[in-house]
C-alpha cells in the first residue's frame, strides 16, 4: 500500500455561514501503480482532499500516510523536502516559471533536490514527451498543450511515488486535452506510478482503474471498474 | 547558485522593476552619501589642521591687558618648557587713500605664529614690520583699501594717527585656514608699531591674546583644566581670562560645520526614507506579482528559508547595483560642495569619498534594502502552495501571527531609521525627534486615509457610473488603496516639509517689514564724543539714530545666587544667539527700538531710578537670554559695574529682531542707573545717499579716527551672500528630496495603473467607451492624490510650524506657492501616470484578460 488516508476531516469557517465540513470521515487507501480519479460536484471537496493527499494543508482531524509516512505529524520544512521527492503535482493552470525555458522548467526540482546527472535525465524527459525540439523555448512562447506537457514532466522529474493531477486538462481544447492524457497515462504505466486525478469529466475519470465519487464530504461511491488505459 | 541564477534571472525579466527599484534607492542614497562624505572630509581637514588653526597649544586672552599677577599665574603653572606669542587684536578703521573701512588688526610679536607659519610673496620677516611701521595683508584685503599698483611701495594706509606701509602680501595666512566668514578684512602690523596709534583707548574692543606652544608630551587638557582652576581660585568670582586650546576649536568648529551637515543630513536622511518607502512598496508590488511563483518553487520542493534567499539575492543585487550608482553620483555631488558652500568652509578641503563612506552606502543599499522591505518579507510566510490549488492569493490579515510578525518586522527599520536620523543629525535628540514625528505623521496620514476611504464608501452612491465605479474601486480595495495613500501623502509632506523650514529660516535671515535699516553700524564712540559726534552729523547727509549707551558689567548673582552657576549651566543647554558670555553689555533707553518687543511683563518705569531708593531698579531681559540663563520675570539680578555693586529685578522679556543691525542689548536698565557710569556709545546712521557713504565714512575716520564704522549694506550683503550659499544648498537637497519623492509617487502609480489591468479589459469587453475607462482611472488617481497631497501638506505646515518654532525661534510662514505647486504636481503625477499606463492597456486587446487568468 503507497497511500492510506483514515478518518479524514476538514472544515472551513465561513464569516456569515459558520463552520462548513467539506470532508467528513475519508477512508480510502491506493496500492503502487493504481490510478484513481476523484470526481464530484463543483464545491464537493475535491480539490481539499487534493490538497490534503498532497500535504499543501492539514485535516482536522485523520491520517494520511504515504509509504508509511504521516504527513500531517511532519513540519513544514521537512514535509516541503518530502513533498518535493515523493509526489509530483499537475496543476491546471500548468504554473510554469515563466522566466524560465522548457527545459530550465523541468530541470528546476531537479536542481532544487541537488541531484545528480540531471542534464541526463531532463534529456530522456524531453524525448518522453516530444518536446526536445521546444526545449530552449519560455512558456509564453509554447501552446497550452505544451505548457502542460512541460508540467507532466517537471512532475515526473523527480520519479515521485505519487502523481497527482489537478483537472490537467480543463484548460486545454479536447484534441489536446486526449493527447495529453493519453500521454500521462503513457507516462505512469511506463513508469509505473500511483496516479490521482480531481476531475468533472467522466470520460476522463472512467480511464482509471478506481473512480472516487465526493458528495457532501463523503466518497459516496466506490467504484472499482476495469482499467480502460486510453494507450 | 541555482537561487542567484534564478534571481538574475528574474530580474532581467522584470526590467521595469529593476530599474525603477535602482533609480529611486540611487536617488536617495546618492544624497547622504554626499553629505556623509562632504561631512567626514570636512572634520578630517579640521582634525588634522586644529593647532595649525589655533597657531597654538593653548591661548589665553582677555578684553584687557594681562597684568603682573595674571602672567605669574600663568608661568607658575605652565612652567618654562614652553614657547610663547603675543597677538592683540581689534577692529578698527583704517584709511588709505580716499577709502576708510574696517578692518580686523592683528598686532602681533616676533613669535606669532607658533603653529604654522606666514607665507609671504617676498618672503620678508616679521621682524620687518616690528622695527618700521609696515603692514602684511592679503592682495584682496590691499585690493579692498583701493590699493592698485602692486609696483607702487608707496601706499600710504592710515591706522588711527599713524601711517603705514604696505610691506609684503600674504600667499597663505596661517589664521584664515578656518573660515573666511569674518566681519573685516585682517592685516597685520608689530605689536610695538601700536604706540602711536591712539587706537587703544577706554571702552575700544580689545582682545590680549598670549600663545603657548609646549613641549610635544605636555599634557596639553591638564595644563588647561589647571589653569582655570587655578584663576579661579587665585581670582573667586572673577572670569579674568578666557583659556583655551584645540578642542575649543574643535568645538567651535563643530558647531560651524554642524549647522550645515546637521541640517542637510536631516534633508538626506527624508531623500533616503522617500527612496525607502517607495522601494518597499515597489517590492510589495513586485512580491504580490511573484506570489504564483513561489508558491510554484513551494510546491516542488523549495522552502521558505530559500525562497528568503532567492528574494534576498534579488533585492542585494539591487541595492548593490544602487549603491554603486549613488557612489558615482556623488563622486559629482561633492566636488559640487566648495562651490555651494565657498566662504564658509576652507579652501583647501581635500573633498573625497572615503573608504568608509563606500562602505557605508554599499550597506544602506543592501542591507537597508532587506531592513526597509522586511515587513514585506513576512509575507513570504503567507504563501503556500495550496493557493495553486484554491487560486487565493496571500493574506497575513486572516493569520494572526503572521499580522503580528509583519508588526514586529517594522521594528528594524524604525531602529534603522533612528540611527541614520541620529548620525546625520548629529544629535541624539534631534535625530529622535525626528523619527517620532515621522511617526506621528503616519499615524495621522494612515487615519485620515482611512476615514477618506469610508468616505468614498457613501459617494460611490452615486447615479454616475465612472463616480460609482471608481469610488467603489478605492474602498473596496481597501488595504491597496490605503497603502497607495499613505505612501504618497509621505512623499508629499516630506517634498512640503522641507521647503516649509527653509522659509522659516529665510525669514530670519531677510530684514522684517517696517524697519529701518541703517547704513553704518557705529562702535566704540567715546563719552566725550557723544556731542561733538551730534553735532558732527547734524552737518553731514545722513540720519544719526538709536545713539546707545553701552556699559560693560558683570551679572554677579541670581536670587542671591552666584551667577557663575547659572554660567556653568548654560553650556549644558542648547546654545543660541549670543553664545557663551563672561561679561555683558548694558544700556539704557527711554523708548524702546521698533526691532524690540515686549513679549511678557510691563515696560521699565521712565521714572528715573533713584540711587537712595529701598528698591531694586527695573530690568528688561532678552527673551533667548533669559531662557538661556533661567531668568524669569520678578527675579533679582546682581552686578558689579566698574566695581560697584547694584541689583535689580526683572521687569520685562522683550523679543529682538537682531538682524536690523540696531544697537540692541541683551539687558536695559531703568533709567537713571547707568546715567553716569563710564560708556561708549553705539549708534546707526540711515538715509545716506549711495553716492555720499564712502565719503561720510572717510569724514567719520578723518574726525574720529577711534570710532569703528561697520558698513552695514556691505555686511548685510555679505549675509546675504552667505545666506543664498546657504538657501542654496538647502534647496540642492530639498529639490533632490522632492525628485525622489516624484519618481517613487511616479513608481507607486505605475504600479497601482497596471494592478487595474484586468478591471480595464474586463470593462473594454463589458463595453465601456475608452473615455469612460480613462476617466475611471484618472478620478481614481487624482483623488488619491490630491487628498493625499492636501492631507500632507496640511500636516507640513504644523510640523514645520513646530520645527519652526523649535529648533529655529524663527517666524513661520506658509510658503503657498511651492504648496500649490507640489498639491497639483501630485495629482498631476499620480493622474498622468495611471493615464499612461491605462493608455497603454487600452490599446492592447483583451485577449490579455485571458491570457492573464491562465
Not at chain 2, 581670582?235 to 549647522?259: A, M
Request: aromatic residues 10%; contains cysteine; hydrophobic residues 45%.
Amino acid at each position: 500500500m503507497i497511500l492510506e488516508l483514515k478518518n479524514i476531516c476538514k472544515s472551513f469557517h465561513q464569516p456569515r455561514s459558520g463552520r462548513i465540513e467539506v470532508l467528513n470521515q475519508i477512508n480510502f487507501s491506493l496500492d503502487a501503480g493504481e490510478t484513481t480519479a476523484i470526481t464530484g460536484q463543483s464545491g464537493s471537496g475535491k480539490t481539499t482532499l487534493l490538497s490534503l493527499i498532497a500535504g499543501l494543508d492539514n485535516p482536522d482531524t485523520g491520517q494520511i500516510l504515504l509509504q508509511g509516512e504521516d504527513l500531517c505529524s511532519m513540519k513544514e520544512d521537512k514535509l516541503s523536502r518530502y513533498r518535493a521527492m515523493k509526489i509530483g503535482i499537475i496543476f491546471q493552470q500548468f504554473h510554469l516559471m515563466p522566466h524560465l525555458s522548457a527545459r530550465e522548467n523541468i530541470s528546476l526540482p531537479l536542481e532544487i533536490l541537488k541531484q545528480q546527472h540531471i542534464s541526463d535525465r531532463v534529456d530522456d524527459m524531453l524525448i518522453n514527451i516530444g518536446l526536445q525540439d521546444r526545449q530552449h523555448h519560455l512558456p509564453g512562447q509554447l501552446s497550452g498543450g505544451e505548457c502542460q506537457r512541460v508540467a507532466i514532466a517537471r512532475a515526473l522529474i523527480i520519479k515521485p511515488a505519487l502523481l497527482l493531477a489537478d483537472e490537467p486538462t480543463g484548460n486545454l481544447d479536447i484534441k489536446t486535452g486526449e493527447k495529453i492524457i493519453r500521454l500521462l497515462f503513457d507516462l505512469v504505466k511506463k513508469e509505473n506510478k500511483t496516479l490521482i486525478l480531481v476531475t468533472h469529466n467522466p470520460d476522463l475519470a472512467s480511464q482509471c482503474r478506481t473512480t472516487l465519487k465526493l458528495k457532501q464530504g463523503r466518497l459516496t461511491e466506490q467504484n472499482n471498474s476495469a482499467q480502460r488505459n486510453p494507450a | 547558485m541555482l537561487w542567484i541564477r534564478l534571481g538574475l534571472q528574474e530580474l532581467i525579466k522584470n526590467r521595469g522593476f529593476a530599474l525603477f527599484f535602482i533609480l529611486n534607492l540611487t536617488l536617495g542614497l546618492a544624497g547622504f552619501i554626499a553629505i556623509h562624505s562632504f561631512g567626514r572630509s570636512l572634520n578630517h581637514h579640521l582634525e588634522n589642521n586644529l593647532k595649525d588653526i589655533l597657531t597654538a597649544d593653548m591661548v589665553v586672552s582677555s578684553n584687557r591687558a594681562l597684568e603682573q599677577k595674571d602672567v605669574a599665574l600663568i608661568n607658575k603653572v605652565l612652567g618654562t618648557k614652553k614657547r610663547q606669542a603675543r597677538l592683540i587684536s581689534f577692529y578698527t578703521m583704517v584709511k588709505a587713500g580716499q577709502n576708510a573701512r574696517l578692518i580686523r588688526v592683528m598686532a602681533i610679536d616676533n613669535s606669532y605664529p607658533l603653529y604654522g607659519k606666514f607665507s609671504l610673496e617676498k618672503g620678508s620677516t616679521i621682524k620687518s614690520i616690528q622695527k618700521a611701521p609696515g603692514l602684511f595683508m592679503t592682495v584682496d584685503t590691499a585690493y579692498a583699501l583701493g590699493f592698485r599698483d602692486k609696483s607702487n611701495k608707496n601706499f600710504p594706509i592710515t591706522l588711527g594717527k599713524k601711517t603705514f606701509n604696505i610691506v609684503d602680501f600674504l600667499v597663505d595666512d596661517p589664521n584664515t585656514s578656518l573660515t573666511a566668514v569674518e566681519l573685516a578684512p585682517k592685516l597685520y602690523m608689530g605689536i610695538d608699531q601700536l604706540s602711536g596709534t591712539g587706537l587703544i583707548q577706554f571702552g575700544s574692543r580689545i582682545r590680549y591674546s598670549r600663545y603657548f606652544r609646549f613641549e610635544p608630551d605636555a599634557n596639553v587638557p591638564v595644563l588647561v583644566n589647571t589653569l582655570r582652576q587655578e584663576f579661579a581660585r587665585a581670582f573667586p568670582g572673577q572670569q579674568r581670562v578666557n583659556i583655551s586650546d584645540s578642542r575649543d576649536v574643535n568645538r567651535r568648529l563643530g558647531r560651524l560645520t554642524g549647522y550645515f551637515t546637521g541640517y542637510m543630513g536631516l534633508v538626506s536622511v527624508v531623500t533616503l526614507f522617500l527612496a525607502g518607502i517607495a522601494t518597499a512598496y515597489l517590492f510589495r508590488g513586485y512580491l504580490n506579482l511573484k506570489q504564483k511563483e513561489m508558491a510554484v518553487l513551494m510546491s516542488i520542493g523549495a522552502r521558505h528559508r530559500e525562497i528568503w534567499l532567492y528574494l534576498s539575492i534579488q533585492l542585494i543585487i539591487l541595492g548593490l547595483i544602487a549603491s554603486i550608482l549613488s557612489i558615482i553620483v556623488s563622486l559629482v555631488l561633492v566636488p559640487a560642495f566648495p562651490v555651494i558652500f565657498q566662504g564658509l568652509i576652507p579652501g583647501q578641503v581635500n573633498l573625497k569619498t572615503d573608504p568608509a563612506t563606500i562602505i557605508l552606502a554599499l550597506g544602506l543599499g543592501t542591507i537597508g534594502s532587506i531592513i526597509f522591505c522586511l515587513p514585506v518579507f513576512v509575507r513570504l510566510f503567507a504563501i503556500k502552495p495550496l493557493m495553486l490549488l484554491r487560486g487565493t492569493s496571500a493574506s497575513v490579515k486572516n493569520n494572526p501571527q503572521l499580522f503580528v510578525r509583519q508588526l514586529a518586522s517594522i521594528i528594524p527599520g524604525l531602529a534603522a531609521f533612528l540611527l541614520v536620523s541620529i548620525f546625520a543629525a548629529g544629535s541624539m535628540k534631534i535625530g529622535i525627534i525626528f523619527v517620532v514625528g515621522f511617526a506621528i505623521a503616519l499615524a495621522f496620514l494612515s487615519l485620515i486615509g482611512w476615514l477618506l476611504l469610508s468616505v468614498c464608501q457613501r459617494i460611490s452612491h452615486t447615479r454616475i457610473t465612472v463616480a460609482k465605479i471608481a469610488f467603489r474601486n478605492l474602498f473596496r480595495n481597501k488595504w491597496a488603496s490605503l497603502s497607495c495613500f499613505v505612501t504618497i501623502a509621505m512623499g508629499a509632506f516630506l517634498i512640503s516639509l522641507i521647503p516649509q523650514v527653509q522659509q522659516g529660516l529665510q525669514n530670519e535671515i531677510i530684514r522684517p517689514e517696517g524697519l529701518k535699516i541703517p547704513v553704518f553700524f557705529l562702535v566704540d564712540i567715546q563719552d566725550e564724543q557723544k556731542t561733538p559726534f551730534i553735532e558732527f552729523m547734524q552737518n553731514q547727509e545722513g540720519e544719526l539714530a538709536n545713539l546707545s549707551p553701552m556699559i560693560r558689567g558683570r551679572i554677579t548673582t541670581k536670587n542671591q545666587q552666584p551667577f557663575q552657576k547659572e554660567i556653568q549651566q548654560s553650556d549644558d543647554r542648547p546654545r543660541r544667539r549670543g553664545g557663551h558670555r563672561r561679561e555683558f553689555n548694558f544700556s539704557y533707553r527711554k523708548d524702546l527700538d521698533v526691532s524690540e518687543t515686549i513679549v511678557q511683563g510691563d515696560p521699565l518705569s521712565t521714572t528715573p531710578w533713584d540711587f537712595e531708593s529701598k528698591h531694586p531698579f527695573e530690568i528688561s531681559v532678552e527673551q533667548s537670554f533669559a531662557e538661556r540663563y533661567g531668568i524669569l520675570i520678578g527675579d533679582f539680578l546682581g552686578f558689579e559695574i566698574q566695581g560697584l555693586p547694584f541689583e535689580g529685578q526683572v521687569k520685562n522679556l522683550r523679543k529682538i529682531r537682531w538682524n536690523s543691525f540696531q544697537p540692541n542689548f541683551f539687558l536695559l536698565f531703568q533709567n537713571g542707573v547707568l546715567n553716569d557710569a563710564p560708556k561708549t556709545f553705539l549708534a546707526a546712521i540711515s538715509n545716506v545717499p549711495l553716492l555720499k557713504r564712502q565719503d561720510l565714512k572717510n569724514r567719520i575716520v578723518d574726525v574720529f579716527p577711534n570710532v569703528s564704522v561697520i558698513d552695514v549694506t556691505q555686511m548685510a550683503g555679505t549675509l546675504l551672500g552667505i545666506t543664498n550659499k546657504l538657501s542654496l544648498s538647502i534647496r540642492f537637497m530639498a529639490w533632490l528630496a522632492i525628485a525622489a519623492g516624484l519618481i517613487s509617487i511616479f513608481s507607486i502609480a505605475r504600479h497601482e495603473a497596471w494592478k487595474n489591468e484586468n478591471q480595464i479589459n474586463l470593462l473594454k469587453i463589458l463595453g465601456s467607451k475608452f473615455s469612460e475607462i480613462q476617466a475611471i482611472t484618472l478620478l481614481e488617481f487624482g483623488f488619491i492624490g490630491f487628498t493625499a497631497a492636501l492631507f500632507a501638506i496640511l500636516l507640513s505646515y504644523a510640523f514645520s510650524w513646530a520645527i519652526s518654532l523649535y529648533f529655529f525661534d524663527s517666524l513661520w510662514q506658509i510658503n503657498l506657492k511651492l504648496s500649490f505647486l507640489i498639491l497639483f504636481l501630485t495629482t498631476g503625477v499620480c493622474m498622468l501616470t495611471a493615464f499612461t499606463a491605462s493608455r497603454k492597456v487600452m490599446n492592447s486587446k483583451p485577449v490579455r484578460l485571458l491570457e492573464n487568468a491562465n
